[in-house]
């Protein structure tokens, strides 16, 4: 129980163009989504926080034009990089809240931009 | 703000060694902490969790982890580690309640040599 599913898993653009990677709740309602970024190497970032119904809340430093965030269901919530650059190659996490188990994670979106 | 550090990020073992993982917290209220391993191409999964009572909190996969308050500490701990457990470890905190964002660690490397 309590399975997120995250697509794409792998994705290749060039710069400017936007990638939309979704996070869906399969058996359980996810009012809340944490989006994470993590490079090579190093720790899991927040970026932002969605909440089903109303605006993301952004951490410190995180362009919310550039991230955009929708989360307009109790199951889906979207993470849009708009005009990609390079350096926002990454790998990006979706994890939602459960009391019971924690937090359960997408298994993650390896963005290259080239 | 909450910090988690994580002070080996790579550690070599082999089979049967004894294995402990440090893991240092920032934060003056209450914590939920969390132990998370990622395997290589899989998403992040829950060792075990401690939220309150009993400091010694027992996980998946004979792993433990002992919350010592005083030190602001949560480390993992194995007697005998396998191959399989070679992967990622990581040290989460939240601030106490459900549904809160969780601060990772830097992560340790873990390889089990034969």
């Known amino acids: 129980g309590a399975v997120v599913s995250q697509h794409p898993s792998r994705v290749i653009c060039k710069s400017g163009t936007s990638v939309k990677i979704e996070c869906r709740s399969l058996?359980?309602?996810?009012?809340?989504m944490f989006w994470y970024r993590q490079f090579p190497k190093q720790s899991l970032m927040l970026m932002a926080t969605s909440n089903e119904g109303s605006k993301a809340t952004y951490e410190q430093g995180v362009e919310k034009d550039k991230f955009l965030i929708n989360h307009a269901s109790l199951t889906l919530s979207t993470l849009t990089v708009t005009s990609a650059h390079p350096e926002d190659s990454s790998f990006y996490i979706c994890s939602a809240p459960r009391e019971d188990y924690g937090y359960t994670f997408g298994s993650g979106t390896r963005l290259t931009v080239v | 703000a909450q910090s988690v550090s994580q002070h080996n990020h790579h550690v070599i073992l082999s089979e049967a060694a004894s294995l402990e993982l440090g893991c240092n917290y920032s934060y003056g209220g209450t914590v939920n902490l969390f132990w998370y391993v990622q395997y290589p191409g899989q998403h992040l999964q829950l060792l075990l969790k401690?939220?309150?009572?009993?400091?010694l909190v027992k996980g998946i996969k004979g792993f433990e982890a002992e919350f010592i308050k005083s030190k602001f500490s949560f480390n993992l701990r194995k007697p005998s580690v396998q191959w399989s457990d070679t992967a990622e470890y990581f040290c989460a905190v939240n601030a106490g309640g459900g549904g809160n964002k969780l601060t990772f660690g830097t992560g340790t490397q873990l390889k089990v040599e034969l």
């Open positions: 401690y939220f309150s009572g009993d400091p």
């Open positions: 058996d359980f309602q996810a009012t809340t």
